[in-house]
């Protein structure tokens, strides 16, 4: 190891979704608490860069007050850290060409906000916009971002030069037809391949290379209550040897389960607050990547404190429902917009009409937010489907289609059509983000 020059720090975190809405209601002061708190850990960490890996709004979509949290957390490292590199890529919930509309703007704060691909005439990569120098604070370029924004099916999907080289996956094309998932993840992964082999031209000896991408990869863990599934999914989805070796460090995004896939180098930060109560299990965090000359030296995950609880009650019968609700302890100081968000999970035997009554009148003066009753019916199980009370809340869109669909054909849509599905709502998605 060379004494002689200092580490060069990254934080990682991704999957952001600001201005989520859930069931209802707003998490700016959630998001606010952690954008504070990750201003003082980039100061305390003296890190050299932050990367944001996509996900960084809810929606296409995003209101002013969600642009704001962003543009005003950027605002204010710059003028903490003028040294510090920012990077963001877009997600799939993110409008490509609305996290590009202020980059010439953020270029001066010394961010980089990276949400479509462009191609040359050629047909090949415009791989030099999405290499980003990361810098020291001397100003010295010690590392290159890989910065890849999610990729939509219809920007890789029957470009020529892209789809040619996976000649072990076109046979599948054939009947997948044109659109087919094996065109799909050949063109992205021929999009990493050009990004990477531009990369290892433009590094000087001792720069280390390192890859932001929002995508799926094999063998990591899924959180079905918030992600909206890539359209390819499951076994579709892209492979980690995409990442060879001279990637010192992968920053993924899209998956909100704080993980690495395969090796301490490629990794997922997960979302920085849980953004479903199932995801309330596990401390969310961010990363911390520490490089040494074009290799990576430690990653060390730093728990984001959790400004807001999520509590999940039950399931059980009503009357067990209350009694723990009676048992839980809530701080009366709390002001009332960090006073927990709460679920409750009633088991009934049928109609109950005063279980909303019941349920207000046991948190009649507690520090607690209501968010949702979600009522189950075990005893009407084994019955026809139709019998099961669910609330279209309770069902994503995916389940939702799969419910409708088997109730009309009786029997289950296929991987194809669910796939199709993912395809078109991406589509109707994207569409809103023009309009
Ligand atoms: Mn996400």
Not at 56 to 66: E, W
Not at 144 to 149: D, I, T, V
Not at 187 to 212: C, N, W
Not at 259 to 273: A, F, K, L
Request: aromatic share 6%; hydrophobic share 40%.
């Amino acid at each position: 190891m060379d004494a002689a020059e200092p580490a060069l720090k990254l934080i990682h975190t991704s999957d952001w979704h600001l201005g989520q809405t859930f069931h209802g209601q707003e998490r700016h002061v959630e998001h606010q608490a952690f954008l504070a708190w990750l201003l003082e850990t980039l100061i305390a960490r003296q890190a050299d860069a932050l990367l944001v890996a996509g996900d960084l709004f809810d929606v296409v979509n995003p209101s002013l007050k969600a642009q704001e949290l962003l543009y005003d957390f950027i605002v204010e490292a710059h003028q903490r850290l003028p040294a510090l590199d920012i990077v963001l890529i877009a997600g799939n919930h993110d409008s490509g060409n609305r996290v590009e509309l202020p980059a010439p703007l953020m270029r001066r704060l010394n961010t980089h906000a990276l949400g479509r691909v462009h191609w040359r005439d050629g047909g090949e990569l415009d791989a030099e916009r999405l290499l980003v120098p990361l810098t020291d604070a001397e100003g010295a370029t010690r590392a290159w971002c890989l910065a890849l924004p999610f990729l939509r099916p219809a920007e890789v999907t029957g470009r020529t030069g892209l789809t040619a080289k996976d000649s072990e996956s076109s046979g599948a094309n054939d009947r997948k037809g044109a659109n087919g998932r094996n065109d799909y993840v050949a063109g992205i992964s021929a999009v990493h391949e050009q990004l990477i082999t531009a990369a290892r031209d433009k590094r000087q000896p001792d720069q280390a290379l390192v890859a932001m991408s929002h995508a799926h990869l094999r063998g990591a863990a899924v959180s079905e209550g918030s992600e909206r599934p890539i359209v390819i999914g499951g076994e579709e989805s892209l492979s980690a040897s995409l990442f060879p070796e001279d990637i010192a460090y992968v920053a993924l995004g899209h998956l909100h389960r704080p993980q690495q896939v395969g090796e301490p180098r490629i990794r997922y930060s997960g979302s920085p607050i849980p953004l479903d109560f199932s995801e309330v299990d596990y401390p969310h965090q961010v990363v911390e990547v520490t490089l040494e000359g074009d290799a990576l030296a430690g990653t060390e995950t730093l728990p984001i404190p959790r400004s807001v609880a999520l509590i999940r009650l039950g399931p059980a019968d009503l009357d067990s429902v209350l009694t723990e609700l009676d048992a839980l302890e809530d701080d009366p100081e709390l002001p009332a917009e960090r006073w927990p968000w709460l679920e409750v999970r009633v088991d009934l035997d049928g109609p109950q009409p005063d279980l909303r009554g019941r349920i207000d009148a046991a948190l009649e003066g507690r520090a607690l937010r209501l968010l949702r009753i979600h009522t189950r019916y075990p005893k009407a199980r084994g019955e026809a489907p139709g019998s099961r009370r669910v609330t279209l809340g309770s069902l994503g869109p995916q389940a939702l289609f799969a419910r409708a669909w088997e109730e009309e054909y009786g029997e289950p849509a296929d991987d194809q059509v669910k796939r199709d599905f993912a395809l078109l709502m991406q589509d109707v998605m994207d569409a809103e983000a023009d309009a």
